[in-house]
């Protein structure tokens, strides 16, 4: 049996990263490397407009542009640009679905006269080609390769080519505490091997090395475990199907997040003003208190996160998938509201943190979970009056509305029924066909 399969058999292959300040490299070293960066940029940027405009994703594409790098260092370029484009294409055809389900919900509702007044109909935006602003650079053996060093003085040396043939740059790592105890295995004792593809970034003037390596969690929840599910929100980040809930964005975040809305709505008029009078150097609409405001709701969503897992100790994990980057309001401050409580990064921790607990964590498919009766199955927009409250317009049923989702997000774990089906409208289908028996069951005139 191969090695992959026996780790797989006992747990998840989860791929942990660790970042490392290249500081203790000289000026002179550091200078070479941000001669490379931009070059790099520029032909990555290249790479990425044609994957993304005129032809698919091709890592393996021969090599188009003229630049002074090598061609080992144009198809770490090409490979980068690749996975770049692929994501933005599948994030633009799943956007374009959701377009399309929404489509067919509304025509429902109009040929149902349940339209809401002024309601239109949903719109199509082009998405933007993406823009490379900051110095990243993902890069293989063929051009960067860490190397053991033989000295207490570094623990590794970095060898990165460089525009000028036959004259790599030698970078000298320095590990601290916390990254040789990240690096080493606690079982073995010995160093972990480390993943041949590295990353560099600049950030703030500062070059940043992140490796990469694998490490086996064991799955230590039974298969036969009770399932919990939880629903994502703004208001409650977590709901559970047991009935609890878990932080908050109301209080003091809500607070900020219209203080700093505030801020930049005045930094916004003054740029205007100072614009019509012709001045060429405006204010930043950037705000380092929009900044600390994201960072607090993370931290405030991975509480909230870890005090879950922690409370259903034992349980199963099934969560809704969401496309958060298709959801919006009518109303400008909604959109902001709903920007600030940063509902994305809620499934990516829960995925996360499970992952690395071992704990067997499921997505299931949100599509009308928020509309459907946990009792009768039954699907509607007026079964939700208001944001918080569920109340079923056949069979009466009332509950707490993230409750009731987190009810029928637990159900759908092993619904392999609605798993095979392909879209909103099947699942719609779905639903009402079983409201349709449960009302036979029931004697339900």
Known sequence: MS????????GKIT????????????????AALDALAPVYLALCQQYVTLFCAEELPN??????????????????????????????????????????????????????????????????????????????IQANVNVVVLERSHTETFDYWLRISTLESYHPLRVPVKLADYHRETLTDPKTKQRRPINTSVTLNKRDGTWWLTLSYDTVIPIQTKPDAPVVGID????????T??????????????????????????????????????????PSTSSKSGQRLARHVRQEIN??????????????????????????????????????????????????????????????????????????????RTNRPNQQTFCCKVCGHTAHADENVALNIERRRYDEELRACPDRKAVKTLLLRRHQEWRKRSGWS
């Open 3 to 10: 090695q992959s399969r026996q780790r797989r058999r006992k």
């Open 15 to 30: 791929r942990a990263v660790t970042h490392i300040r290249l500081a203790e490299a000289n000026s002179a070293k550091l």
């Open 59 to 136: 890592k393996y594409h021969d090599p188009l542009f003229d630049t002074p790098l090598s061609e080992r260092w144009q198809r770490v370029a090409i490979q980068q640009a690749a996975g770049i484009a692929q994501s933005w294409r599948t994030n633009k055809a799943n956007a374009y679905q959701d377009y399309l389900d929404d489509m067919l919900d509304y025509h429902e509702r109009e040929a149902e006269g349940k339209l809401k007044p002024n309601e239109q109909e949903p719109t199509w935006h082009e998405w933007n080609i993406p823009t490379l602003r900051q110095p990243c």
């Open 232 to 239: 994502v929100g703004i208001a409650n980040f977590l709901t």
């Open 241 to 282: 199907s047991t009935g609890k809930h878990y932080g908050l964005f109301h209080g003091k975040l809500r607070d900020r997040q219209k203080r700093d809305r505030e801020k930049r709505r005045r930094k916004a008029k003054l740029r205007a003003c100072l614009k019509k009078k012709g001045v060429q150097k405006l």
């Open 303 to 380: 509480r909230a996160v870890n005090e879950c897992l922690q409370e259903h100790e034992g349980y199963q994990v099934a969560y809704e998938q969401l496309s958060v980057s298709t959801m919006k309001y009518k109303a400008r401050a909604m959109n902001a509201y709903l920007y600030a409580s940063n509902l994305g990064h809620i499934p990516e921790q829960l995925a996360w943190t499970t992952a690395k607990q071992g704990i067997r964590a499921t997505k299931v498919k949100s599509a009308y979970s928020s509309q459907e009766c946990s009792v009768c199955h039954y699907v509607d």
